[in-house]
């Protein structure tokens, strides 16, 4: 039997440890290049790209096309 139901359907918000709503971060997907290709280290899974490396991405996906 099922004892605890959960409703995918309704709207929740992500709490912190200590009980204070998330904030919602805007990702944006601007394409794929490997992380050598805007000089990221191999060792990083998550981070905001820097200026530099935006315009790399930028030049990396016009080549690309």
């Known amino acids: 039997m099922i004892r605890d139901l959960h409703n995918s359907n309704k709207p929740s918000i992500q709490l912190t440890l200590a009980g204070d709503k998330l904030i919602e971060e805007g990702f944006f997907l601007l394409g794929f290049a490997k992380g050598e290709d805007l000089q990221i280290e191999r060792s990083v ?4 790209l820097s200026t530099e490396q935006i315009d790399l991405l930028n030049k990396f996906l016009k080549e690309q096309l």
């Open 45 to 48: 899974w998550f981070m905001p």
